[in-house]
């Protein structure tokens, strides 16, 4: 009933500067958090970066400073600024929405996944 839809992912070399975005779209009455997670192969998923609906955001600590994540309501988007990118921060990284749909049915939803690929 909702759906994340992600890109912006590649291939960067150490040092550079990627921006993902995820749009939501579907049966959409308010979100209240949006987030990005990444993982790699063999390994837990885990919070990248996280932002509310009255704009606090949270960060992994290996990413604070380097990373910046955004919102547009209007658009139910939410941003992933990467920048200095080391090879570390390889992984799939996925898109998380959670809010409530006009149902009043909670959501907690996923994107499908975008590779950022940072070589040394």
């Known amino acids: 009933q909702v759906q994340l839809v992600e890109s912006g992912g590649g291939l960067v070399q150490a040092g550079g500067s990627l921006r993902l975005s995820c749009a939501a779209s579907?049966?959409?009455?308010?979100?209240?958090?949006m987030g990005w997670y990444r993982q790699t192969p063999g390994k837990q998923r885990e919070l990248v970066a996280t932002?509310?609906?009255?704009?606090?955001?949270d960060y992994l600590d290996s990413v604070k400073g380097r990373f910046t994540i955004s919102r547009d309501s209007a658009k139910n988007t939410v941003y992933l600024q990467m920048n200095s990118l080391k090879p570390e921060d390889t992984a799939v990284y996925y898109c998380?929405?959670?809010?409530?749909?006009?149902?009043?049915?909670?959501?907690?939803?996923w994107g499908q996944g975008t590779q950022v690929t940072v070589s040394s």
């Open positions: 998380n929405a959670a809010g409530v749909t006009p149902f009043q049915r909670a959501f907690d939803a």
């Open positions: 579907g049966k959409i009455f308010v979100i209240s958090a």
């Open positions: 932002i509310t609906g009255g704009d606090i955001t």
